[in-house]
C-alpha cells in the first residue's frame, strides 16, 4: 500500500487531548482580526484614489456689497436741543422724511428775527451801493461836461491870441511906419524945409504907435496868460472830478463787499435753519438711536441715528490669511455657512454638504487690514439657491472657496509636506499661482 499524506487537520482532530497540538492551530479572533485590517487596508488604498476638492476657509460676517447700501449713521449738522421726535427705532423711513427738530443754543442765532434784521441791513447797504454807482455816472457826466468846456474855452481863448497877435503886427507896422514918417520930418527940418509943428505932429504920431503897441503886446500877453490858465482851471476841476470818481468807486467795492457778506449771512442762516429739522438721507429702516428723549444738546457732527438701508445688496465679508490670497480670483466658488442655520459641511465633498449656501468671490482687497489678514467680498451666486432672507448685516458667517480637485493622496501627501493648495490655472487678477501644481507637473512627467 502507497504511502498517502495524511492532512494535519486529521492528525489534529485524532489527537485533540493534546495540549500543544491546539498550539499548531490559528485562532479563529485572529483570523477575524486579521481580515479586518486587510479590508481597511484596502478601503484606505482605494480611498487614496477619491477626488478631494481643496478650499480656503475664512471667517467674516454678513454686509452690504454697496457702500450706500451699508448702515449709515445720520449726524446732526448743527449743534442744538432736541425738541420733538418724529420717528422710533424699527420704523421704516423714505428719503427725505423728518426724524427729529431741534431748536438753536447758540447766543448769536437766538433771535428769531435775525434773518430779518440781516435783511434790512443788506436792503440799505445795497442802496447806499446803488446811490455810489448813480453819483459815479453822474462824476462821468460831470467830467465829460468839463471835457467839452476846456475845449471850448481854449478854442476861445486861441482866437483871443489871434486877434491880439494880428494886432500886435499891424501896431508893430504904425509904429515902423510913424518911425519912418518921423525921420523924414526930422530930415526936412534939419533942411528948413518944413515948419517944427509938422516935425511935432509926427513925433506925437510915433510916441502914440509905440504905446499902442506896447498895449497890444500886453493885451497878447494877457491872452496868452488866460489860455494857459483855462487849461489849469479845468484840469483841475476834472482832476478833482476823477479824484471823486475814484474815492466813490473805491465805495462801491467795499459797499459791494458788505453786500456780498450780508447775502451770504443770510443764505447760511436760511440753510441753518433747514438743519433744524433732521430728515432721512435715504429710503431704510431705523436700526438705533444714538439720543433719546427731550431737550438733550447734540453737539455738531454728533451721531442722531443709525439708518439701514432698504434693498440692500447683500454680501459676506470673509477674512483669509495672506498667504492664500494669491490662490483667490474673481468668480470662484464658495460655500458659507451661516450663523444661526444648521448645515453639514464636508469641504472636501461639497456635493454631500447639507444646509450651506453657494456664492462666488466678487472683490479682493489689494492691501490688508489692521489684523493683516485680507478681506474678501463674496456675492450670491446667481446658479445656486438665494440666501436666506431672513439674515441680517453683522451675522457671522464661516466660508470655504473653491479650489481645484485633486486626489485624496495628493491632499495627504501636500499636508503632510507643508505645501500650500495648488492651482492648475492662474487667476485672471494676477491673485492666483502663476506656476502649475505639483500634481500637475507629476503628471506630465
Known sequence: MANTPVPVRDILADHEHLESAKLLVTPQSHRLFFRIVLGTLAVAVLSMFLPWQQFIEGKGEVTAFAPSDRPQVVPSTIGGRIVEWFVQEGQVVTAGQPILRISEVKDEYLDPR????????????????????????????????????????????????????????????????????????Q???????????????????????????????????????????????????????????????????????????????????????????????????????????????????????????????QAVALLVKPMDVPLLSRGRKVRLQFDGWP?????????????????????????????????????????????????????????????DQVRVGFEIWRRINGFPPSLRNASDEGFGGGAKSAESQGEKK
Open 343 to 403: 448645515a453639514l459641511q464636508f469641504a472636501g465633498w461639497p456635493s454631500v454638504s447639507v444646509g450651506t449656501f453657494g456664492g462666488t468671490v466678487a472683490v479682493i482687497d489689494r492691501t490688508p487690514g489692521a489684523t493683516g489678514s485680507f478681506r474678501v467680498l463674496v456675492v450670491p451666486d446667481s446658479t445656486e439657491d438665494p440666501w436666506p432672507k431672513q439674515l441680517r448685516l453683522g451675522s457671522g458667517v464661516l466660508g470655504w472657496a473653491m479650489l
Open 114 to 185: 435775525t434773518i430779518d434784521r440781516y435783511n434790512e441791513q443788506l436792503t440799505g447797504k445795497s442802496a447806499a451801493v446803488a446811490s455810489k454807482r448813480d453819483k459815479v455816472r453822474q462824476t462821468a457826466t460831470q467830467i465829460e461836461l468839463l471835457g467839452q468846456n476846456l475845449r471850448l474855452s481854449e478854442q476861445k481863448a486861441r482866437t483871443k491870441v489871434a486877434q491880439y497877435e494880428a494886432e500886435v503886427r499891424a501896431a508893430m507896422i504904425d509904429s515902423t511906419t510913424s518911425l519912418t514918417q518921423l525921420q523924414r520930418q
Open 187 to 313: 530930415t526936412l527940418y534939419d533942411q528948413e524945409l518944413t515948419r517944427l509943428t509938422d516935425l511935432e505932429n509926427a513925433r506925437v504920431k510915433y510916441q502914440n504907435a509905440i504905446a499902442k503897441l506896447q498895449e497890444k503886446r500886453q493885451a497878447l500877453q494877457a491872452a496868452q496868460i488866460e489860455l494857459n490858465a483855462v487849461a489849469l482851471d479845468y484840469g483841475e476841476k476834472i482832476a478833482k472830478a476823477r479824484s471823486d470818481q475814484a474815492a466813490t468807486m473805491a465805495e462801491i467795492g467795499e459797499g459791494s463787499a458788505d453786500v456780498a457778506k450780508l447775502r451770504q449771512n443770510v443764505q447760511n442762516l436760511e440753510i441753518r435753519n433747514g438743519f433744524y429739522i433732521i430728515r432721512a438721507p435715504q429710503n431704510g429702516t431705523i436700526i438705533r438711536a444714538a439720543r433719546a428723549g427731550i431737550g438733550e444738546q447734540l453737539k455738531e457732527g454728533e451721531t442722531v441715528v443709525t439708518i439701514m438701508p432698504a434693498a440692500a445688496q
